[in-house]
């Protein structure tokens, strides 16, 4: 395993490295470019020269020769159909034919021709500009060229200072980091001491780091992990408490679920075994007792969509539908549907037109599950009615106990137990998060003995 200082040493020798190895790569392309620029800019300045002296030129040979001599450049002249006829640093007779040289081309169509070649003779890379002119009457192409070697030579100059600032820089770093790690160490020697003392439930310990506040930070947040320590057998109890508790509520609404699903099953095996085994029973008895089959399974199929919806609502996987009704109508619609339920009761409505832009069907649910309610756990006459922007549920009824109050809208309660009926409990939880969607709440008022009123504020849904 490296040491502190191995590692701050290998991490500045990579970035140090890598930085060297961009910058050398960087400076090489920008001494390579902008040489290469200067040299085609006085290769175009020697041609136009040379150009100008071309028409007073004798003998060619001569001319290259002593161009060689004073400028050091290549110089080379051919003839529009590629031979050479003169050339300064080579035999021209010994000469491959030019014309298909890429300067050469280029010069043929555009004003210079321009290239880098590599020289495997000498190895290094030459550059070559040729030009189109006339001489004695007749096309030729002067190319001249001169070597890049000075590319490499500048390069390996700026690398070597380079390499020795970064060689010095490596150095220094190496000495930084020792030194450092040094002083890192005897910290966290403070810190392991100070951690044994904790171990041993020494908390009146102390530690002084010497070096590096952040170990003083350390130091001290382990100290108060420290006083926490004292309470975690506490906090144990208590999270094992309300394991059990969330346990037994679990245990509670399956139990719920269990009881409220048994009666209507086996209402429906009850009666579907006694046609089984008794083929002889007569038609009415035999459409009763399907009657009575269809209402048990109509029954646990409105359980079952109210636990659904109940869960929906809970993990918000439902959005609202906004649109336009009337809520006024709607009620009286949803008054008429229950009122074929309870025949022997009645349910009076009182108030107008009001016009509401939420989401019908969920505002629908929340009037059935209100005045369903309110007809279950009364015995008189339920009345319903809109007043100032509110929708109350009146009802007669033996009323809520105070305490239970804050219960009634939690999904499974109920406060007649020992009466069955197909709402789980889940009716008020179901207004309650309906309610939410449309921010609004459902507002309880009830005595015992006296009855109870349910209801919610309409303005967040007014038109």
Known sequence: ML???QIFFLNFLVIFLGTLLIS???AYLSIKTTTIDDNKLQLQKQISLLQMQLPFVKNLDTFVSDVHKATDLRVTIIDDSGLVLAESNKDKTKMDNHRGRP???DSA???YGFIIRYSDTIKTD?????KKLSFEGKPVFLRLSVSLKSVMEEFYTLWFRLALVFSIFVLISLIMAYKLSKKIRHDISQLTQYLREISDKNYKAIIKPEYFSEFLYI???LKNLAKKLNNRDKQKRKYTARLRLINKQRNDILSAI??????????IQGYAETLVDDPNTSEKIRIRFLDKIMQNSKKITTMIDRLS???KLENEDLSIKPSSFDLCELSQEVIMNLGKKYKDREIHFAGESYMLNADKTMIETVLINLIDNAMKYSQEDVTVSIIDHKLMVLDKGMGIAESELDKITSKFYRVQKNTWDNSMGLGLAIVTYVLRLHDSTLIIESKEGEGSIFAFDLESMKK
């Not at 030459?126 to 040729?130: C, E, G, I, S």
């Not at 269990?258 to 209402?267: V, Y």
């Open 126 to 130: 030459f550059l070559y500009l040729a």
């Open 109 to 111: 169509v555009h004003e």
């Open 24 to 26: 050398s790569l960087v």
């Open 258 to 267: 269990s009881h409220e699903f048994k009666n209507p099953i086996a209402s």
């Open 309 to 311: 919806l109940s869960v």
């Open 3 to 5: 040491k502190l200082h």
């Open 219 to 221: 130091a001290l947040t």
């Open 103 to 105: 300067e050469v081309m």
